[in-house]
């Protein structure tokens, strides 16, 4: 079975050998081939380029082995290909070129020709999809509506989202006008990225605790984008410190929930029945420990969900810099050695 089988069928809640494996982030600052491609190239220049973005996708892949490929970009590239371009602050987080607040703000923004100036996204997915050569998936993705108005709104990276609460608590007409643009945009910017060779396409709602009506600012969105898309291709859904409300979650028509580390997977499936895949959810912070200790607290999530369909291993959020890479591999060989062990164990 190949990465790319075992991750489709997991996502489809058919039998697998094991357990898929691929982790948020997989590509970034916790790799030292990461860090000598970025003292050359800027993080933006990686992603804006097809082949770069095709070298960095790959770089985790060859260390690891993950059964799935995530495409290295950035979920503020839509928001750039609207008007507002974006930088990194010198210590953490991002800042926005402009914050959009008012009717005049949104009068900068433009849905129109947006796809075209991603094109670049849709050439590294291409050109990622012939360098896997169908062992791994390929996973495009994006940012939900409403994360993607929360930096849009706050101008940034913010603390609390103050701003993007009091205007969805006032029912604020640019804000609905501002998620609706991006729904739009963000169906065909997936359709496209379907049609360039990604195999499923996750959603980050990264966000997703800053707001209070969560159906109306953010699933019913979610929603609009997800009907927009063939339903062969399988959405995963990653909705950060919501993991209580999955059955709200799958009402999207998601088949796979990404969840985070707060609660075990085995409780979120028993509130939720059996067809829809769950994906998780190893607290980051285990891959700053030593190997034998990651390896022990990859195996509880692993022991939480033994013999049930529908899961792939994953992190409940992204791989921090400080990550360790042998603690990394030391996960990725506890998943892909897990049902040996069992059978050993099972032959006594
Ligand atoms: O997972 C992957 O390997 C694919 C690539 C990927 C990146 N960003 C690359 C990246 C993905 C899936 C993202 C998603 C993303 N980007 C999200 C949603 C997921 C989440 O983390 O909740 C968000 C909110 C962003 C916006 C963004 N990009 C932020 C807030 C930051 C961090 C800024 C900081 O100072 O820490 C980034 C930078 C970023 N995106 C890096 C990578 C590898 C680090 C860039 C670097 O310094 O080299």
């Known amino acids: 079975m190949s990465g790319r089988e075992r991750f489709l069928s997991a996502c489809r ?3 697998v050998d094991r357990p898929p494996v691929w982790m948020m982030r997989q590509a970034g600052r916790y790799l030292p081939e990461y860090r000598a491609l970025k003292t050359e190239h800027s993080f933006l220049e990686m992603v804006r380029s097809p082949a770069l973005s095709t070298e960095v996708t790959m770089q985790p892949i060859r260390r690891y082995g993950f059964d799935a490929a995530i495409i290295f970009s950035d979920i503020l590239v839509v928001p750039e290909a609207l008007g507002q371009g974006y930088g990194f602050r010198e210590s953490k987080g991002v800042d926005m070129q402009f914050a959009v607040r008012s009717s005049a703000d949104l009068q900068k923004l433009s849905a129109e020709g947006a796809d ?5 996204v849709y050439g590294a997915l291409a050109s990622t999809k012939k360098e896997l050569r169908g062992a791994q998936a390929l996973i495009g993705f994006g940012g939900s509506p409403w994360t993607l108005a929360a930096y849009m709104v706050e101008g940034g990276s913010s603390g609390d989202g103050s701003i993007i609460r009091a205007m969805a608590a006032r029912g604020d007409a640019v804000l609905e006008q501002l998620l609706s643009m991006l729904s739009g945009v963000l ?5 496209r990225q379907i049609d360039a060779g990604a195999d499923a396409i996750q959603i980050f709602d990264s966000w997703a605790a800053w707001c209070d009506d969560y ?3 953010s699933l019913r969105w979610v929603r609009e984008v997800i009907a927009e898309l063939k339903p062969e291709v399988p959405v995963i859904f990653f909705a950060r410190g919501r993991n209580r409300e999955a059955a709200a979650l799958a009402s999207t028509g998601a088949r ?3 969840l985070d580390w707060a609660t075990p997977l085995s409780e979120v499936r028993r509130a939720l029945g059996p067809g829809i895949a769950l994906q998780g959810n190893l607290d980051p912070a285990c891959l700053e420990e030593d190997p034998a200790s990651a390896a022990a607290a990859a ?3 692993l022991d939480d969900m033994a013999g049930q369909s529908g899961h792939i291993f994953n992190l409940g959020h992204g791989i921090r810099p400080a990550a360790r890479p042998e603690s990394v591999g030391a996960v990725v060989d506890t998943v892909q050695n897990y049902r040996h062990e069992q059978s050993r164990s099972a032959a006594g």
């Open 116 to 120: 075209e100036r991603l094109d670049y």
């Open 215 to 217: 159906e109306r600012w």
């Open 13 to 15: 809640y058919q039998p």
């Open 187 to 191: 169906a065909k910017y997936f359709r």
């Open 256 to 258: 796979v929930l990404s």
């Open 299 to 301: 195996r509880r999530v």
